[in-house]
């Protein structure tokens, strides 16, 4: 095989590549204008957003940890981040973020989302689930004594119901189910192993009395226990209507928090806000873009040329990379893009001035290039990789604006890499021919 017909075969390659990422970078939908023009784009895959591009919420909670001893701090802060994110999740937010700031604070991003207030009820509640047992009045009176001081007004009337040790931090999952034979909406509870012995020993106590499930001190049903149940499985039935189930199963699957939190800062980015913030970014980007493509045109000439439109290639490979895994899009992640092709550039100068110099020594165009290329290669290699060393240390300690613009600046370098020495290399092979040695001056 010919070095003339592997060129010929790279290039094919880099030109279905090329198609194939321009149709995968394309917006779903996109607007942006330029000086007098308006440009409209419609295509197949939408790009996914950040808060600061997409509009939504920006949530700062703080946890009571008053009752919280030092060493358990971590371990508390981390439970109730885990079930944040489950009530975050019920919303259907697309990369809804989650993190700890701190020793106890929670910050919540969620992008996207239009009704904040409810967002904001259903991560602050605190959902309690407790199973109580009968009793005689005398009992009840006993308690009310021992928890308030007072006495049981003499006008209470039964039935009376007191706390169990079985509580919603036993349950493991509940369900919508439907009665077999009403067909009425129900919910199904699976405890955990400690849950299924709880309620194992409960129900063997109070055969032929009432067990009452309560949720936010209101009673939600109060079954008679026939026999024991041992396979750790209840049954929640009562007058709900499908949606009031479906409401209740996503309350309890979403778990209690294990302290109490209290929202301290509320930011709100209006879609409108984002869409300006992007509209800017882009417009940045691409008039930094024709700078570069300009400067390097006049300057290096047909090399120039021919690496404007090897970075065309790369920008558009990069997009279809974000579009496609895909990459959560924010303004730092933008920056990093953006600070990504001027590195991209940064290797077509160090090739350049390589095959400059070579020429100046009397080389052929065909040695000036693969000299140009060969000799550059380290210097390329080793400025990347000391910056992706960086942008790795970015991503591992930094938050969540600052690794979105460490995976952007990740994804540019390795893909410029590929552009430089790949793609302008082929175009300038495949551009040389015997008549080019004539003017040399075109490099």
Do not use: C
């Amino acid at each position: 095989m010919s070095k003339t017909f592997k060129l010929r075969l790279l290039f094919l390659f880099i030109v279905f590549l090329a198609f194939g990422a321009a149709y995968a970078a394309n917006p779903k939908s996109f607007s942006i204008k330029i000086y007098k023009w308006q440009i409209n784009i419609a295509a197949k895959f939408p790009y996914h957003l950040g808060l600061d591009l997409r509009g939504g919420a920006h949530l700062i909670y703080e946890a009571d940890m008053k009752d919280i001893t030092a060493g358990k701090i971590g371990e508390v802060m981390d439970g109730t981040r885990d079930v944040i994110e489950r009530r975050v999740n019920l919303f259907g937010v697309t990369e809804p973020l989650v993190q700890i700031e701190g020793k106890n604070r929670l910050v919540v991003e969620l992008a996207g989302i239009k009704d904040v207030d409810q967002a904001i009820k259903m991560i602050g509640e605190t959902p309690f689930l407790e199973f109580r047992e009968e009793s005689t009045k005398e009992q009840a009176a006993a308690f009310y004594k021992q928890q308030t001081g007072q006495d049981l007004p003499a006008e209470a009337e039964g039935p009376f119901f007191l706390p169990t040790n079985l509580t919603g931090k036993d349950l493991s999952r509940s369900e919508l189910g439907f009665n077999s034979t009403t067909g009425a909406p129900e919910v199904n509870l699976e405890f955990n192993d400690k849950g299924k012995q709880l309620f194992a020993d409960l129900t063997a106590k109070n055969i032929g009395k009432r067990v009452a499930i309560y949720l936010d001190g209101g009673v939600i049903t109060a079954p008679t226990v026939q026999e024991a149940i041992k396979e750790g499985k209840a049954v929640i039935s009562g007058q709900f209507t499908v949606d009031e189930a479906r409401t209740l199963v996503k309350r309890l699957n979403a778990g209690a928090l294990p302290v109490p939190i209290k929202l301290i800062s509320q930011q709100t980015i209006g879609a409108t806000l984002g869409q300006e913030s992007l509209e800017k970014s882009l417009k940045a980007g691409m008039y930094g873009f024709l700078l570069i493509a300009l400067f390097m045109i006049l300057y290096y000439r047909l090399p120039g040329l021919l690496a404007s439109i090897a970075l065309i290639i790369y920008l558009l490979i990069v997009l279809a990379i974000f579009n496609l895994i895909p990459i959560t899009l924010t303004l730092a992640g933008i920056a990093g893009l953006i600070l990504s092709i001027g590195m991209a550039v940064d290797a077509n100068v160090l090739i350049f001035e390589r095959m400059r110099e070579e020429l100046f020594a009397g080389r052929s165009l065909n040695m000036a290039i693969e000299d140009g290329f060969n000799r550059a290669w380290p210097s390329i290699r080793d400025s990347n990789l000391t910056t992706l060393i960086t942008a790795l240390a970015l991503f591992w300690f930094g938050s969540g604006t600052i690794k979105g613009f460490a995976i952007a600046l990740s994804v540019g370098i390795l893909v410029s890499m590929f552009s430089a020495i790949i793609v302008t290399k082929t175009f300038l092979l495949l551009a040389l021919t015997p008549r080019l040695e004539k003017y040399k001056n075109l490099f």
